[in-house]
């Protein structure tokens, strides 16, 4: 086995283990918030956080993206002094465009009435926007440098234990848990973990050499992670479209039962996350060497493990699912054979590996833009026509059929504009042969 292949196994690894260990933190916070709530109180929180997911990719503005497209080559090439530049660009425009979005959503939310209702929701989105974006882009950050730890544990363990407490905490205290008081303590939780983590990235980069960027270096990251803010945000959108017309569809109950068989099913998901958090530095790093062998080598490498993982993962879930569910209350179980029809969707999504990143960090975001365009329309058409005959089934229906139809499109999209076979299906067991 080569070392690259070798590091990448050993990173892969690594996040895995994290991504377990969030995986299940993230499902006991489903739990809890299901438990502690009444049932159309945690529908709304559902509502309010896929909103919040789907739109905190836009608010990064494609930086979180394109720093893995260009850091890991400024440090392969000797370029140091581009990366302090980059980072403090980055993070000032993100943190200017989401805090102005914010501010015009969360004007309108409070002159329409954000008492209650839509005007509530928008409020809450609005409020914990900037935050989430700032969250995007330093994890797209601690990606490109191989910080895995940082890119995950804040995030993904930090974050929801940090929920959890407080929640915990105001419930002891004979708090009521609203759905104002719990989007108050997720924005809370945000703006906390954000915070923390800029903190800990401008310790580590403050020793960088410092060189200053000039207007057209700036133009040019500009270009470069604009098409990448349709490509993220295109593609977060289509991760929760399913919940997005659910929740315009259909009742809080319904939306709840679904949410909480998609996020028991997020189990496999994570893992083949794991994967996606170290592929694209090591992509990166292959094209800065100009070794495509070696690349082709990084994407046979990431394909096998993320169809495997995820196929076993998918397999292990949907044999505990129905403990799973019940573990959120009665009424529950009716989601079970929503998790199989999404976990075979995982499956087929699986075969593309990481085909998506692949073609982020080589510059073909156009081809992204327009196949996560017509995916996403095709994707809510779906949901529209079979929410109303099917009910939650309907939108686990379309769902699933998305996932195939998009890894077969990248799998063809690959092929055609670089001649790379990401397609590989072996046991991870012969990637050192």
Avoid at 77 to 95: A, F, M, N, T
């Amino acid at each position: 086995m080569s070392s690259p292949a070798r590091g990448g196994l050993i990173d892969t690894a690594l996040a895995f283990g994290i991504r377990v260990l969030s995986a299940g933190l993230m499902f006991g916070l489903q739990v809890l918030l299901a438990r502690l709530m009444p049932l159309d109180g945690y529908g709304g929180f559902v509502t309010i956080w896929t909103w919040m997911l789907a739109l905190g990719s836009f608010a990064a503005l494609g930086f979180a993206e394109s720093s893995v497209r260009f850091l890991p080559r400024y440090r392969a090439r000797g370029r140091e002094g581009h990366i302090q530049g980059y980072w403090r660009y980055g993070l000032r425009l993100v943190v200017l465009v989401s805090g102005a979005v914010a501010v015009i959503a969360a004007g309108a939310a409070l002159l329409y009435g954000a008492e209650a209702g839509p005007g509530l929701m928008v409020l809450l989105v609005a409020l914990g926007l900037p935050f989430l974006a700032v969250e995007y882009y330093l994890e797209g950050i601690a990606r490109s440098f191989g910080w895995f730890r940082l890119a995950a544990v804040p995030v993904y363990i930090i974050r929801p234990l940090l929920i959890a407490a407080l929640c915990l905490g105001l419930t002891q205290a004979g708090v009521v848990l609203t759905l104002p008081v719990v989007g108050a303590v997720l924005v809370v939780s945000m703006a906390m973990v954000a915070i923390g983590v800029a903190l800990v990235v401008a310790s580590r980069l403050k020793s960088e050499e410092s060189v200053q960027s000039s207007p057209r270096r700036q133009s040019l990251w500009l270009r470069a992670s604009l098409p990448l803010l349709v490509v993220s945000g295109l593609e977060d959108l289509l991760s929760y479209s399913d919940v997005l017309v659910l929740s315009l569809l259909a009742s809080p109950d319904e939306v709840a039962i679904y949410f909480a068989a998609a996020r028991t099913l997020a189990l496999a998901n994570f893992v083949a996350y794991a994967v996606y958090l170290v592929s694209g530095r090591r992509f990166a790093l292959d094209l800065a060497s100009r070794d495509r062998g070696e690349l082709q080598r990084s994407i046979s490498t990431a394909s096998r493990l993320t169809f495997w993982s995820t196929l076993a993962a998918v397999a292990v879930t949907l044999a505990v699912g129905p403990y799973l569910l019940a573990a959120f209350g009665a009424g529950f179980a009716d989601g079970y054979v929503v998790m199989a029809i999404l976990g075979a969707g995982l499956i087929a999504k699986s075969i593309s590996g990481q085909a998506g990143e692949l073609l982020v960090v080589t510059g073909r975001q156009r081809e992204v833009i327009w196949l996560s365009a017509v995916v996403l329309v095709s994707s809510g058409a779906l949901c529209f026509v079979l929410v109303p005959m099917f009910g939650i089934m309907g939108a686990a229906i379309a769902t699933a059929t998305t996932m195939l139809v998009r890894s077969l499109a990248l799998i063809a999209t690959v092929w055609r504009v670089e001649k790379l076979q990401v397609v590989a299906l072996g046991l991870p067991l012969r990637i050192g042969v």
